[in-house]
């Protein structure tokens, strides 16, 4: 099955920088993946997605990419907020599967110092 | 609010007893799934439903585990005969397409 790997797992970094979170993922059927942002006691909410024929994908501060012949993809946050300070998740959606289960990243606990 | 729903929200129960955990998805969704999430960890695939059929479910849904869709609208996860191990936030999701899962505000089951 899908087996998904992200890092960092934890990330500081100053108010206005940009944040890197990078994922890899070892089926090449794979062709969805989503990130979600988790806050303390909350829902995982979906922030933005890309399927794999699309290389890069932006809403506003945040973009993604993804490199299908590397098996990675990556979640880049600009000019970070302090509400951006949350858990991250990576997925990727096994087609083979039926309907499309995620599997999840462990997950990069990001930290916006003001 | 029209996103999804569990109830109820926080379980506690003492080993040996069974749970059951309701989800009503959003409504126009004929896709719901469950996943299991436990401290500082992503969540992990359960059991999927299209419409009422169940159609996988993952090697984590021991026996003691059931889940059901009965009119192809809510379900219900019940899991019986307690166990520590059975500690975690159980969230679930819906979807139109498949790919874009939304989910719920989970319910956290503490096995004492």
């Known amino acids: 099955g899908e087996n998904v790997e992200q890092h960092p797992s934890t990330l500081s970094v100053q108010e206005g920088d940009s944040a890197v979170i990078k994922c890899t993922y070892s089926d090449s059927a794979s062709n969805y993946f989503p990130w979600y942002k988790q806050e303390l006691g909350k829902r995982p909410q979906l922030i933005i997605d890309i399927r794999s024929n699309v290389g890069e994908k932006k809403d506003q501060r945040i973009a993604v990419t993804l490199n299908k012949t590397a098996k990675h993809f990556s979640l880049h946050i600009t000019e970070t907020q302090p509400e951006d300070s949350a858990v991250y998740f990576c997925a990727a959606s096994d087609k083979k599967a039926a309907g499309n289960k995620l599997t999840f990243g462990g997950g990069t606990r990001v930290l916006v110092k003001p | 609010d029209t996103g999804v729903s569990q109830d109820p929200r926080h379980k506690i129960t003492k080993r040996g007893q069974n749970v059951t955990f309701r989800c009503d998805p959003i409504s126009e969704h004929n896709r719901l799934y469950w996943y299991r999430q436990t401290l500082g960890q992503g969540p992990e695939f359960l059991t999927y439903f299209q419409n009422e059929a169940q159609l996988e479910k993952s090697r984590l849904l021991s026996d003691r585990f059931s889940a059901e869709r009965p009119k192809g609208s809510f379900s219900t996860l019940e899991i019986q005969r307690t166990e520590q191990g059975d500690s975690a936030m159980y969230l679930c999701?819906?979807?139109?397409?498949?790919?874009?899962?939304?989910f719920g505000p989970g319910t956290r089951l503490t096995v004492t």
């Open positions: 999701a819906s979807s139109w397409t498949g790919d874009e899962q939304y």
